[in-house]
Nanobody, 114 residues
Framework: QVQLVESGGGLVQAGGSLRFSCAAS????????MDWYRQAPGKQRELVAS???????TYADSVKGRFTISRDNAKNTVYLQMNSLKSEDTAVYYC????????WGQGTQVTVSS
């Protein structure tokens, strides 16, 4: 069983910054990538950023240049630094990893006020 526990998020004004962290515990493949997804009201869940164990990162076009994903393999923790936030970044953000099946964090609300 894998557990993902998120921290961070909250309310911020447009142009501001927030940082998430997500700690993974349990048994999972050491090669698993770690990801951040988000789901805005009335929209499908979308992949925001992904990082491999080696540190190779990919981003959704909508967040490139503003968000940075990183991970600490020794702590099994992934981070998401979000800068220059926009109102359209308002969503519930989920940490996730895939190991045999996909696991999800509890989700954390981010609200960006304009």
């Amino acid at each position: 069983q894998v557990q993902l526990v998120e921290s961070g998020g909250g309310l911020v004004q447009a142009g501001g910054s927030l940082r998430f962290s997500c700690a993974a515990s349990g048994s999972f493949l050491s090669s698993a990538s770690m990801d951040w997804y988000r789901q805005a009201p009335g929209k499908q869940r979308e992949l925001v950023a992904s990082i491999s164990r080696s540190g190779s990162a990919t981003y959704a076009d909508s967040v490139k240049g503003r968000f940075t994903i990183s991970r600490d393999n020794a702590k099994n923790t992934v981070y998401l630094q979000m800068n220059s936030l926009k109102s359209e970044d308002t969503a519930v953000y989920y940490c996730s990893l895939y190991s045999i099946r996909r696991y999800w964090g509890q989700g954390t609300q981010v609200t960006v006020s304009s």
